[in-house]
């Protein structure tokens, strides 16, 4: 009877021994590389942000005329003691922008530096007026070498991940980058207009108004999009350096005005101005 006992405990060995053993197991195979873009909202775990086929840039939120994307490639497999290589191009098909416009053109070769398994892939973005009418985008492969097969050709959802934003199932050796620069009335804005004639504090929302505003004060859109972000005393600060800026050029027979041709108007400047109505002096 005493092998009957035991046969089951045998049995239960070999099992946690090959379970074991699958545990211990080592990559296996070619080493490819893979776009591994990370990216979702704040309030998530971002060590579980989905992995994204494409990349957003709103240069509504940016200060100054550039800057610079970086777009992380991942290597399968453990680190290597040395200098490992891949390509990369753009690919034409996918890509609105416009050399030298829309963005500058990335280097051709990049290095996963012995001891690593990723590196970052800088791509520098260029504002520009075409944007404000419609979304320019840039698109990148990532290219084989003697080093690195393409690891994930088609990428799926992954658990723990998040889905990805747009789509599950999509190509990890391509990723997409969107420009917008569309600039509309944010959430938070001080004024308007009564029968055409601005009121308010800042007076009716324009966009050449909005990016003075921001120039002036080193803002961005997002500080405009909520009462936490804009407050009242920050709301009248915006007033305050408008108006003086205004006057000053006005009083020095160098307005500034709106597109329609009116005078460039925030409460407090000693003039009216109505919308429509262009400044005559």
């Known amino acids: 009877m005493r092998i009957f006992k035991i046969f089951p405990g045998l049995i239960l060995f070999l099992l946690l021994l090959t379970a074991c053993e699958k545990e211990l197991m080592k990559y296996e195979g070619s080493e490819g590389i893979y776009f591994g873009v990370q990216w979702g909202p704040a309030h998530l775990d971002s060590t579980q942000w989905p992995f994204q086929s494409f990349t957003t840039v709103n240069f509504i939120n940016i200060q100054g005329d550039e800057t610079q994307v970086n777009l992380r490639v991942m290597a399968t497999g453990k680190p290597k003691d040395y200098d490992r290589s891949f390509g990369l191009k753009i690919n034409q098909d996918s890509t609105t922008g416009i050399l030298g416009e829309n963005f500058e053109a990335p280097a051709e070769n990049f290095v996963i530096k012995a001891g690593e398994v990723y590196t970052d892939i800088p791509i520098k973005l260029l504002r520009s007026d075409n944007i404000l009418e419609e979304i320019k985008t840039l698109g990148v492969n990532i290219l084989p070498s003697k080093d690195f097969t393409i690891a994930i050709p088609t990428w799926y959802y992954l658990s723990p991940y998040y889905r990805s934003e747009r789509q599950a199932i999509f190509d990890a050796s391509f990723h997409k980058i969107e420009m917008n620069g569309a600039i509309t009335k ?5 004024g308007g207009s009564n029968s055409g004639k601005e009121a308010g504090l800042w007076g009716e929302f324009t966009v050449k108004k909005y990016l003075l505003m921001c120039e002036l004060l080193n803002l961005i859109y997002d500080d405009f999009q909520s009462a936490a972000t804009m407050p009242n005393a920050r709301r009248d600060v915006v007033n305050q350096v408008m108006r003086a800026y205004l006057q000053e050029n006005y009083d020095n027979k160098t307005p500034i005005l709106e597109n329609d ?15 429509g109505v262009p400044y005559n002096p």
């Open 186 to 190: 944010p959430a938070v804005w001080w």
């Open 261 to 275: 041709g009116r005078l460039m108007w925030v409460n407090g400047v000693s003039w009216s101005s109505t919308v």
